[in-house]
C-alpha cells in the first residue's frame, strides 16, 4: 500500500502539449504555493531545449524527452522511467496528458487506453508515494464532434451528469474506456483520479501543433497583418450560423491550475469529472472574433457570403510572403509550408462545423475550486497566448 507524503512531486506526461505545458508552467511559476511541489518532472516525445520551453528555469525542473510508452515490455518501460526519471520513486501526482491519434476509431482507444495503461502501472511499481492522477477528456465525450448527430442540443448546458453518449459512437470514444481503466486500477488503492473536460482550449505550444487553434489564428492574423496593413478588415472564417452560437472557452491556464489544485484536494476532486472553462458565462464568436483580430492591429468583421477566407489555406498560398517575415524577425520556422494538408481542416472543423450551442454548466467546477476560484475573460485567455506565441519568436 502506498503512503502519503508530505513532499509532492508532479510527473507530467505529454508536457510539450497545449495542457501539458501549461500544468508545468503553473507549477514553475508557484501554483498555488512555491512549497506546493518539490519537484516537476516534464516528459516529451521531441526533444524541448529551455529556450523553446519558455518555462521559468527552475532546479525543480527535471525534462525528459523522447520516452515512448508503448515501445517495448512493460519492464522495459519502468526501467526506463527509473534510469531517465530523477525521483520517479516520490512520484505523488501524475498529469496524463500524452495522447496518439489515429484515424481507425478502434485503433485509437486500443493505443490510448494502452498508453494510460502502461504508464499510471509504472508509476505504481516504482512509487509507494501515488496519490492522484489527472487525465484531460473533452466535450466529446457529450458528442459535440457528431454535429448533427449531437445529442443534447435540447439538454443545455451541458452538465458531467450527462449520460454517455449512444452507440455506435459511445465505443469509438477513448475516454470513456480510459476513465473505466483508471476506476478499475485506482479500486481498493491510496490513490485516485479525476479528469477534466475543456471545450476548444486556448494556449500555446512550444512545439508545432496542428490541433492549436491560437496558434493557427496566431500565424494567419500575423499575416494578414502583413499583406493587408493595420486596420485592414478581417472576416471572420467560419459561417453565419457558428458566428452566433454559444460556447465556452477553455483557457489552459484555467485548466492547468483546476487540475493542481483539484489534485491537491482529493477529498473534492477524487473520481470526479469537471467540465473545465474560463468563465460561467458563455460567449460566442461574434463577441470574440474582435478582440482577437484587435491584438493584431485588425478589425475583425462577422461573414456575409458564406464563411471568411480559411487560414490554413491562405498560409499555404501565401507561404513564400511568411517566409520573408520569419527572415526579417529572425522566427523558428517550420510552422508554415510544414503542415500536413490532411490537418489544415481543424480550423473550419472548429469555426465552421461547430455550428451548435454547446455551452458547459460549470458549478461542479466552482464548487470545488471554492475561494480559489478564477475566471477570465476572452481577452486575457487569448492576448497571454498570443503574447507567448510572441515571446517565442513563433509570430513576429
Not at 534510469?83 to 484515424?103: L, P
Request: charged share 20%; with cysteine; hydrophobic share 40%.
Amino acid at each position: 500500500m502506498g503512503s502519503i507524503s508530505t513532499e509532492k512531486n508532479a510527473l507530467v506526461f505529454g508536457a510539450s502539449g497545449i495542457t501539458g505545458w501549461a500544468i508545468v508552467n503553473a507549477i514553475l511559476n508557484g501554483y498555488p504555493s512555491p512549497e506546493s511541489f518539490s519537484r516537476v518532472s516534464a516528459l516529451t516525445n521531441r526533444p524541448l531545449p529551455p529556450d523553446v520551453a519558455q518555462w521559468p528555469q527552475s532546479g525543480k525542473l527535471n525534462v525528459v524527452s523522447g520516452v515512448d510508452l508503448l515501445q517495448g515490455t512493460q519492464a522495459d518501460l519502468e526501467r526506463n522511467l527509473k534510469e531517465r526519471v530523477a525521483e520517479v520513486e516520490k512520484t505523488t501526482h501524475v498529469y496524463f496528458f500524452a495522447y496518439v491519434m489515429d484515424t481507425d476509431p478502434e485503433k485509437e482507444v486500443q493505443i490510448n487506453v494502452d498508453l494510460l495503461r502502461r504508464a499510471v502501472t509504472a508509476v505504481e511499481k516504482l512509487s509507494t508515494h501515488l496519490e492522484f492522477v489527472v487525465l484531460p477528456t473533452g466535450t466529446k465525450a457529450y458528442g459535440v464532434h457528431l454535429l448533427q448527430n449531437f445529442p443534447w442540443s435540447e439538454n443545455l448546458p451541458l452538465q458531467e451528469s450527462h449520460p454517455r453518449i449512444p452507440e455506435p459512437y459511445a465505443s469509438q470514444m477513448f475516454y470513456y474506456n480510459q476513465l473505466d481503466l483508471l476506476k478499475s486500477l485506482s479500486q481498493g488503492k491510496n490513490w485516485t483520479f479525476c479528469d477534466i473536460i475543456p471545450d476548444v482550449i486556448v494556449g500555446f505550444v512550444p512545439n508545432n501543433n496542428v490541433y492549436c487553434l491560437a496558434q493557427w489564428l496566431a500565424l494567419y492574423l500575423s499575416l494578414c497583418r502583413e499583406i493587408h496593413g493595420a486596420g485592414a478588415e478581417v472576416v471572420f472564417p467560419g459561417t453565419n450560423k457558428s458566428w452566433t452560437i454559444q460556447s465556452n472557452d477553455s483557457s489552459q491556464d484555467i485548466i492547468a491550475r483546476f487540475a493542481i489544485y483539484a489534485s491537491l484536494n482529493p477529498a473534492v476532486g477524487r473520481a470526479q469529472s469537471f467540465n473545465a472553462a474560463d468563465s460561467a458565462q458563455s460567449s460566442s464568436w461574434s463577441t470574440k472574433w474582435p478582440i482577437i483580430c484587435d491584438y493584431f492591429g485588425l478589425k475583425g468583421a462577422a461573414p456575409t457570403n458564406g464563411p471568411g477566407p480559411d487560414p490554413p489555406t491562405f498560409l499555404r498560398e501565401n507561404q513564400e510572403k511568411w517566409f520573408e517575415l520569419e527572415k526579417r524577425y529572425s522566427l523558428q520556422t517550420g510552422r508554415v509550408g510544414g503542415n500536413q494538408r490532411s490537418f489544415e481542416a481543424f480550423p473550419a472543423f472548429i469555426m465552421s462545423m461547430f455550428d451548435f450551442d454547446r455551452q458547459l454548466d460549470l458549478s461542479q467546477m466552482h464548487k470545488a475550486w471554492g475561494e480559489g476560484k478564477e475566471e477570465v475573460g476572452t481577452k486575457e485567455a487569448w492576448y497571454t497566448a498570443f503574447d507567448r506565441f510572441r515571446n517565442s519568436r513563433i509570430i513576429p
